[in-house]
């Protein structure tokens, strides 16, 4: 059996596992793999042939968290899939137990690296501190690389962590770490405040993305520590977090709160929220549960984006459409258009496989911005054409539209290499 020597570069079935750069390659090619199904995998390395129960499993991955088994399939999934282990003779489930990895295992020399820094940081010093838990998780994550392919969906998946992220920093942040789909910050400054803003303006990213996520608040005492080298925040108010924004495992979309922090919300945020009712918390008890009603607060991004519309001082900017070679200008007072394949579009696209709807988008102006909706059958795609970030319109929900930008109609922008079913955009002062 492998003996835990430090870093190590580890070497099993067709893949090999290199500690210090965190890279994991399969048949050769580095793949994508999130950090806590790494944790799992480095384990059942360093414990090779050997069974390694669900309790241990958990503990090591996620210590001082609550978190249910359903969470370690997950990820033992993730590594599977990864690992193209689809018969599992690589990792094997004993039912009742655990998990064994039953590939011979070799340590060879790793590569001689430093590991980066995380990106995350801690406010100076250990020890316990009273502060606000917040913990986001993005739901629905492995259906959506199933659909989109790891590299579109961790693109999209990283790009609202990253917003998640910079709004909990802008809002007093202390403490942020995230493992692959999900988020913890903790708040010391105005804590109860500032985590309700941050999750109310997380859950609106997530919608704009065409995301849902799973949301909790818990304010108390944190545990300060560092784990394995790395900031962590441990304790019961961290628990109790975690509890919270899984109270209802399948139905996302919600923030969840303890009445102890509704009544340290200020009197604008206390507006938005409303009694959930009476939920046994495992390992905590009967609390009494609240919501908070995102959807009527004020969104937070706006400001940005209405700036980066102003093509000209004191009048509306015209939106440019192109495909191919043609150019349509729709003026601010025209209000509303369709693009598509029907008649009734101001720009009109062919396609012999009819993956375009009739009317597919519908774009409007409305209070000096221009707004697009997908209205399709099979989706629209949206390259931000400064970051070329790319991601899935929401169906049925006005996004506002970035500066510039591509969007690629009723399939991925993959499929699509030479722009067939491309639609750049842009706007005029002119």
């Known amino acids: 059996m492998p003996q835990d020597t430090g870093a190590a570069c580890w070497r099993f079935a067709n893949a090999q596992f290199d500690e210090r750069t965190l890279e994991l390659s399969v048949a050769g090619e580095v793949v994508a793999l999130e950090r806590k199904p790494l944790e799992v995998l480095r384990l059942l ?3 090779a042939g050997e069974v390694v129960g669900h309790d241990e499993l958990l503990e090591a991955v996620w210590p001082g968290r609550i978190v249910s088994e359903s969470v370690l399939k997950k990820c033992v999934s993730r590594v599977r899939e990864v690992l193209r282990d689809g018969e599992h003779d690589v990792i094997r489930t004993v039912h009742g137990y655990g998990y064994r990895l039953v590939s011979p295992v070799e340590i060879v020399q790793a590569k001689s690296t430093v590991l980066l820094s995380p990106q995350f940081g801690m406010a100076p010093g250990v020890g316990n501190r009273q502060g606000t838990a917040l913990i986001v998780d993005i739901a629905g994550t492995v259906s959506l690389r199933n659909k989109l392919g790891d590299a579109a969906a961790g693109r999209r998946i990283r790009h609202l962590l990253d917003g ?4 909990a920093r802008q809002h007093g942040g202390d403490f942020i770490k995230s493992y692959g ?7 010391e400054r105005d804590a109860v405040n500032a985590a309700a803003r941050v999750a109310i303006a997380a859950q609106q990213q997530a919608a704009a993305a065409g995301l849902q996520l799973y949301a909790g608040f818990h304010p108390g005492e944190v545990e300060f520590r560092e784990t394995q080298g790395h900031p962590d925040a441990q304790g019961q108010t961290v628990n109790f977090a975690a509890r919270l924004h899984k109270l209802t495992e399948g139905a996302p979309g919600r923030i969840f709160l303890a009445e102890k922090a509704v009544n340290e919300l200020c009197p604008e945020l206390r507006l938005l929220s409303s009694r959930y009712g009476m939920r046994e918390l495992k390992g905590i008890g009967a609390v009494s549960v609240w919501t908070l009603d995102w959807q009527e607060a004020a969104t937070t991004t706006e400001t940005v984006l209405v700036t980066q519309q102003q093509a000209g001082a004191g009048h509306a900017a015209a939106l440019l459409l192109r495909h191919g070679g043609s150019t349509v200008r729709v003026a601010s007072e025209q209000a509303s258009c369709f693009v598509g394949r029907g008649r009734d579009c101001v720009l009109r696209l062919d396609d012999p496989e009819s993956r375009i709807s009739s009317t597919h988008l519908l774009f409007e102006h409305a209070a000096g911005r ?3 909706q997908d209205i399709s059958r099979n989706g629209t795609w949206l390259r931000d054409g ?5 991601s899935l319109l929401p169906y049925c929900t006005k996004a506002m539209l970035p500066q510039a ?13 030479e722009g ?4 750049s955009f842009e706007f005029s002062g002119d």
């Open 164 to 167: 998640i992220i910079a709004c």
């Open 181 to 187: 789909d999900d988020v913890l910050a903790v708040f």
């Open 45 to 47: 390395l360093l414990r």
């Open 370 to 372: 221009w707004f697009v």
């Open 386 to 390: 400064k970051t070329g970030e790319e």
């Open 420 to 423: 067939r079913f491309a639609v």
């Open 405 to 417: 930008g591509v969007l690629c109609l009723g399939r991925a922008f993959a499929e699509d290499g």
